[in-house]
């Protein structure tokens, strides 16, 4: 598969770190030549330093012979015009990055009239992760597969006495769930029943809803009864925005703190119900006068992280029930599970997850990032022509960076064991580390002389 990426940012970078993992033909074009020159350093992809917008660049680089283009330039405009070319030329797909809320009535004429077969806006679908957690009764990480019916969380151990010191197999409790990853150090971890468990090691753990709720009882302190009915928003940039709009539709009373006057302006314009506060997020004086020790859920979505970090660390320590950071910077990853804060969300990981489901073809249902990359959670329906179909798991001999977390089978949850067998049309929802994601893929996609076809030639 040949991808083209416009814009060499956060995004078009950690787009072809993830592509580079798939095995596939990346180049990456931008204006910056330095840019590029570091990118080069890092990554096995073609760089280009040229301006995307441009047909007579487009043509020399043969756009007609991608199969997908994907525009992430800063500019929304710029975005709908590269797509619009990419595609008249001849280039198969592309995917356009649209950001501005004043189009968010308009996509559908948008792609439709430019020829555009995937937009996908970071701001808003990280709101929307921002409002489904807050709207969950954890105070842990939480994401849902199978349209809700199993659940995975992820939380920090810590010192608890249930975990730590002890092996997997030795655990009690966890009936009807399956530990699928650890996060330690900064490393992902795949483990099996004789992995040990240490103080601090993040677990991830997938299961269904309700007993992932009985979990929750288990470990109460990472359980939160309380409802959300007051959130504070430091920032109010375009997440501020999206998130605001969407928590008052849900009753929640909203405030945002706004540096600029010119923004908290069109804040009050925009935005019904929504207390739009004009003043430095960072005056500690301010969130105090603006009762913030009351408020059930507090949300650094700032421009800059370190700012998000600590003023969402204040908010913690001032009692408030759920404080959450945006951040970008991916060397802060490690250092999140260290800090007394309930989640963080980095909406470039956000994005390249939604991207690779596009990419990745209908049969693959959501995909989600670990630790900024290190490994994946994907769902997939089970199409009858795979080879994994209809075999016992433990005659598959998956590598051990692979594990199937779930099995949905006629709307019946099943947490596997080696004699489980996947059907045709059975979600599974598989964990994967990086360095195994071109198995997964193979997986997905195994087609003649995929690895399941050459693990079964000798049955």
């Not at 506060?277 to 650094?300: C, K, R």
Request: aromatic share 6%; with cysteine.
């Amino acid at each position: 598969m040949k991808v083209m990426i416009v814009g060499a940012g956060k995004l078009g970078y950690k787009l072809a770190e993830a592509m580079n993992n798939e095995n596939i033909d990346v180049t990456l074009v931008d204006v910056n030549s330095k840019t590029l020159e570091r990118i080069n350093n890092h990554l096995d992809v073609l760089t280009i330093a040229a301006n995307g917008i441009q047909i007579g660049v487009l043509k020399e680089l043969d756009i007609e012979t991608y199969d997908l283009l994907i525009a992430a330039t800063d500019g929304d405009e710029t975005n709908t015009l590269i797509c619009s070319l990419a595609k008249r030329i001849g280039c198969k797909r592309t995917v356009a990055r649209i950001r501005n809320p004043e189009f968010t009535d308009q996509l559908d004429f948008v792609k439709s009239e430019m020829g555009i077969d995937y937009i996908i806006n970071p701001d808003l679908t990280t709101a929307i992760e921002i409002e489904r957690y807050l709207l969950k009764n954890y105070n842990f990480h939480s994401g849902d597969f199978a349209s809700g019916k199993v659940s995975m969380i992820d939380f920090n151990i810590r010192n608890t006495k249930d975990f730590v010191g002890k092996k997997i197999k030795e655990l009690e409790g966890l009936e009807g769930l399956l530990i699928t990853a650890i996060s330690r150090g900064g490393n992902l971890i795949i483990p099996d029943g004789s992995t040990d468990l240490r103080e601090n090691d993040v677990i991830y753990v997938i299961g269904r809803k309700d007993d992932i709720d009985r979990l929750g009882g288990k470990i109460k302190v990472n359980v939160n009864k309380r409802e959300i009915k007051k959130a504070m928003i430091l920032g109010g940039g375009k997440i501020g925005y999206y998130l605001a709009q969407r928590l008052t539709a849900s009753n929640v009373s909203v405030t945002i703190v706004e540096e600029s006057e010119k923004r908290c302006e069109y804040l009050s314009e925009k935005l019904d119900d929504v207390l739009v506060i004009h003043g430095d997020g960072t005056d500690i004086d301010l969130l105090e006068e603006e009762d913030l020790s009351s408020m059930d859920a507090f949300i650094g979505a700032t421009g800059y992280d370190e700012e998000n970090l600590l003023m969402t660390l204040v908010a913690k320590q001032s009692g408030v029930s759920k404080a959450i950071a945006k951040i970008s910077r991916p060397n802060y990853i490690n250092i999140i599970d260290k800090l007394d804060l309930d989640v963080a969300f980095n909406p470039v990981n956000i994005t390249v997850s939604n991207i690779l489901k596009f990419i990745r073809g209908g049969k693959v249902v959501s995909v989600s990032l670990l630790l900024d990359g290190q490994g994946e959670v994907t769902e997939i329906i089970a199409s009858k022509d795979l080879p994994i179909v209809g075999k016992p798991i433990y005659k598959l001999r998956l590598p051990k960076g692979i594990i199937i977390g779930a099995i949905v089978h006629k709307g019946n949850v099943i947490i596997p064991d080696g004699n489980s067998i996947i059907n045709p049309d059975d979600r599974i929802i598989v964990f994967s580390l990086e360095s195994d994601i071109p198995t997964l893929k193979k997986l997905i996609n195994p087609g003649k002389g995929g690895i399941f076809s050459e693990l079964w030639s000798s049955y």
